[in-house]
Each structure stands twice: as structure tokens, then as C-alpha cells.
């Protein structure tokens, strides 16, 4: 129950920190969207765990999710933004 429970707290989480940061060079669609806060709670539950913040069987929470789906997103845009440019 605890991965699906990241699942469904990731996608909320995603579309949350997609609203705090729109951006051109964000991923855009439904799909996307969902993936990076899936990604960004997988993230949060990760770091919360190494860091001892969370439990062996805690997930992040909502907040967590959110701060990993905006740090998943920052790192996108760098990526994205650099592939995107032209020499």
C-alpha cells in the first residue's frame, strides 16, 4: 500500500508544484505532469528516509512530495533548457 500510496500523494504533488512553477521549458500534458510527482514524492520518501526523517515504512508527505516534484522540475529545466539551445 505504501508505493501507491506515493503514486496518488506524487501525482496531487505534481500537479501542485507545476501550478507554483509554470515555466516554458516545464513539461506539459497530463502524463508528464503525473510522472514528475510520482518522481518528486519517490524523491522526498528517499531523502527523508537517508536523512532520518522518515521512517523504514514512512512515506513522504504531501509537503515533501511537493518540494521534491518543484526540485525534480528545477532540475528538468536545466536539462531541458540546455539540449534546447542551439550553437
Known amino acids: 500500500m505504501g508505493i501507491i500510496w506515493t503514486i496518488i500523494i506524487g501525482f496531487i504533488a505534481g500537479v501542485i508544484a ?12 497530463f502524463i508528464l505532469t503525473a510522472i514528475l510527482g510520482i518522481v518528486g514524492a519517490f524523491v522526498a520518501t528517499y531523502l527523508g528516509q537517508a536523512l532520518g526523517w522518515y521512517g523504514p515504512d514512512q512515506g513522504a508527505g504531501l509537503i515533501g512530495a511537493v518540494v521534491g516534484a518543484i526540485v525534480v522540475l528545477v532540475i528538468w529545466g536545466f536539462i531541458s533548457g540546455r539540449s534546447s539551445t542551439t550553437v
Open 18 to 29: 507545476k501550478f507554483l512553477m509554470p515555466g516554458r521549458n516545464e513539461p506539459s500534458g
